[in-house]
Nanobody, 126 residues
Framework: QVQLVESGGGLVESGGSLQLTCVLSGRTFTNLAMAWFRQAPGKGREFVAAISWSGGSTFYADSVKGRFTISRDNRKSTAFLQMNSLKPEDTADYYC???????????????????WGQGTQVTVSS
């Protein structure tokens, strides 16, 4: 059974940093494209960042570009989201997602990802 498990969320002051981690279990990490999405209270889920299987392609939402960095360690079946210069509007539940079909491509569409984590909460105080 494929599982994605996020960790690293928490409460941080505006301007602070957090690193989210997403670990895959139940299947090899090979060919798995990864992404992070988030859902703020009362809003729909939105794309944050994506990375291809090799890590050679990344893509970011305009709202986080220059502040967030997505990366991965394929030997550890782990993806990361480094979040710097956090703002109160970054407050949300953050979800990692993965799909084996995307491989070297990246996608901003939720429908392209088959596997999802349970989410980790990030709260940024002003």
């Amino acid at each position: 059974q494929v599982q994605l498990v996020e960790s690293g969320g928490g409460l941080v002051e505006s301007g602070g940093s957090l690193q989210l981690t997403c670990v895959l279990s139940g299947r090899t990490f090979t060919n798995l494209a990864m992404a992070w999405f988030r859902q703020a209270p009362g809003k729909g889920r939105e794309f944050v960042a994506a990375i291809s299987w090799s890590g050679g392609s990344t893509f970011y939402a305009d709202s986080v570009k220059g502040r967030f960095t997505i990366s991965r360690d394929n030997r550890k079946s782990t993806a990361f989201l480094q979040m710097n210069s956090l703002k109160p509007e970054d407050t949300a539940d953050y979800y990692c997602a993965g799909d084996f079909r995307l491989n070297q491509r990246v996608s901003t569409s939720q429908g392209d990802y088959d596997y999802w984590g349970q989410g980790t909460q990030v709260t940024v105080s002003s």
